[in-house]
């Protein structure tokens, strides 16, 4: 979606910390989402973030949301080869019944 | 966990001809969402309805239709198909709306020649 904006690519090595940085343009956006998409696979949905919490923590993820910059970033902790994908930042559309995707990161994770 | 089901998870299909995708959401689930999802590109918002009515719309192209039906499945239905129609349909269902959390299918690759 041209209003959610991330970075194309990111490698990191395994057992490092990755960071997938996002941000987005409609305020009004209630929730902020991560999804991950394997090759060839449909969305997983990672976790999400109301919009009024600053930072939520679920085992390896650690979502944070900037509001007033409008920032969400995604931090994957002793990142494993098997979380190699593109991760897929997104928020409600205005109706609130959709969901605006980004572009997608590709992270790429080597031994 | 029951999930998302899309079929068929495949289709191949010729210019102008027409294609029928189906989705079953979650039990319980009374919203589904269409979504298109061309090579490399992030996943587009077609078209929503909730307890069987329309409730969102997109960029849903007019060749295009969809209908939610009374086991709240719902079916994307694709006429005079173009080679740009190839792409992978997905359907995500939700409890409600709006709803924080929408499940998706595995998707339908749908590949137009």
């Known amino acids: 979606g041209e209003d959610v904006e991330q970075s194309l690519f990111l490698s990191v090595r395994e057992g490092d910390s990755s960071v997938i940085n996002c941000t987005y343009t409609?305020?009004?956006?209630?929730?902020l989402y991560w999804y991950k998409q394997e090759p060839g696979a449909g969305l997983q949905l990672l976790t999400y973030?109301?919009?009024?919490?600053d930072m939520k923590q679920d085992q390896r993820l650690t979502v944070l949301l900037n509001k007033k910059d409008k920032h969400l970033s995604l931090r994957i902790a002793d990142t494993q080869t098997g979380d190699s994908a593109i991760y897929f930042c997104?928020?409600?559309?205005?109706?609130?019944?959709?969901?605006?995707f980004g572009k997608g990161t590709s992270l790429l994770v080597t031994p | 966990a029951a999930g998302v089901i899309q079929s068929p998870r495949h289709l191949i299909k010729e210019k102008r001809e027409t294609a029928t995708l189906k989705c079953y959401p979650i039990?319980?689930?009374?919203?589904v969402y269409w979504y298109q999802q061309g090579p490399g590109q992030d996943p587009q918002f077609l078209i929503s309805?909730?307890?069987?009515?329309?409730?969102d719309k997109g960029s849903i192209p007019d060749r295009f239709s969809a209908q939610q039906f009374s086991d709240y499945h719902s079916e994307l239905n694709m006429s005079s198909l173009e080679l740009g129609d190839s792409a992978l349909y997905f359907c995500?269902?939700?409890?409600?709306?709006?709803?924080?959390?929408?499940?998706f299918g595995s998707g339908t690759q749908l590949s137009v020649l």
């Open positions: 995500a269902s939700s409890l409600g709306r709006p709803n924080e959390k929408l499940f």
């Open positions: 409609d305020s009004s956006s209630t929730y």
């Open positions: 973030i109301f919009s009024n919490m």
């Open positions: 997104a928020e409600n559309s205005n109706s609130g019944y959709a969901l605006n």
């Open positions: 039990p319980r689930h009374d919203t």
């Open positions: 309805f909730y307890e069987k009515m329309q409730s």
